[in-house]
């Protein structure tokens, strides 16, 4: 499965991980609270498919990285003593209304792993301001309440960053899991635009198929320095292992990416006072999968604070 940083879990394992459920059946029920799954009309003749559980606020909102569909938030691979159930998506819905979405040319994790069908499709490269307003035209039509915690995986929190910049009052806290930063652009110098490219083309066949998610990075990070976060509770999760690498990927920005990586998560976890560091021991990027119990406190964690500053 791949991430905002072109390196990859590996797509067969997908069909041996831990599902929360069997299927993406539409169920019953409103997403402004309870179980829900279904697509959302946003306007322009398209529709984003949404999926929400539990009772309570704010409404946690899990953002994945590029690539990615909602279906990461569902997956676990822990091993002992890590707890692997509940899920992320699961366990937040015990303490709080929780919400995953599909942005469109995104993976499903089925077997054998495919682009989602469930969103509509949309031209690419996608620019970071697109995607913050997809993401506010589908809480704001199916009637989501905010403010919201905002918790992401890798690119996604860009997103949720530009988000809380562009809509400050519906941002109540963060919580930035082995996410990017708008540092690494810097940090990776004149390597950058190789980056950028394996980030958008990590070489899977499904990046041939029409429609795959594409970003435009160096564009979102300029989105990003040009507005300034609002003030907010903040965690920042970090992985300890080496990235997996996808086949074929240049050693040098393999490297590179090592490298420079601790300096993005340090760069984040300045953003706000008094912000939790978490490091997932012995976990890999994808950390919501390898620890989805550390993740979930987390999230619980953030969610109390922003509860008591309101």
């Known amino acids: 499965m791949w991430a905002a940083t072109v390196l990859l879990l590996g797509v067969a394992a997908a069909s041996s991980l831990a599902w929360s459920s069997t299927s993406a059946r539409e169920t019953a029920g409103s997403p402004k609270h309870g179980n829900f799954a279904g697509k959302i009309k946003i306007g322009g003749g398209r529709t984003l498919y949404l999926q929400c559980a539990g009772r309570g606020r704010p409404t946690v909102i899990l953002e994945s990285g590029v690539h990615d569909s909602s279906d990461v938030w569902k997956l676990s691979d822990a091993k002992p003593p890590v707890v692997g159930s509940p899920t992320v998506f699961r366990g937040v819905a015990r303490f709080t209304h929780v919400c995953i979405y599909d942005r469109p040319g995104t993976i499903r994790y089925t077997n054998p792993p495919a682009l989602t069908t469930r969103s509509s499709p949309v031209p690419m490269p996608r620019t970071l301001q697109s995607m913050a307003a997809d993401l506010h035209a589908l809480l704001h039509k199916a009637g989501v309440p905010g403010p919201y ?91 300890t292992k080496q990235f997996s690498t996808a086949p074929g990927t240049p050693k040098d920005l393999a490297s590179k990416l090592e490298e420079v990586w601790p300096k993005v998560q340090s760069a984040l976890v300045n953003l706000e006072p008094a912000t939790p560091h978490i490091f997932a021991t012995g976990s890999d990027h994808y950390v919501q999968i390898n620890d989805p119990d550390l993740t979930i406190s987390t999230i619980k964690l953030i969610l109390d604070r922003a509860r008591h500053s309101r």
């Open 149 to 239: 915690l905002l918790a992401a995986h890798s690119y996604g929190g860009l997103i949720v960053r530009y988000y809380a910049q562009k809509y400050p009052r519906e941002a109540a806290g963060m919580v930035l899991v082995d996410a990017l930063g708008t540092n690494i652009k810097r940090l990776f110098g004149r390597d950058w635009p190789r980056y950028e490219h394996l980030l958008n083309f990590p070489g899977t066949p499904l990046e041939n198929e029409p429609g795959w998610e594409t970003v435009d990075a160096t564009g979102a990070i300029k989105a990003i320095n040009n507005a300034k976060l609002p003030r907010m509770p903040l965690a920042v999760i970090s992985k």
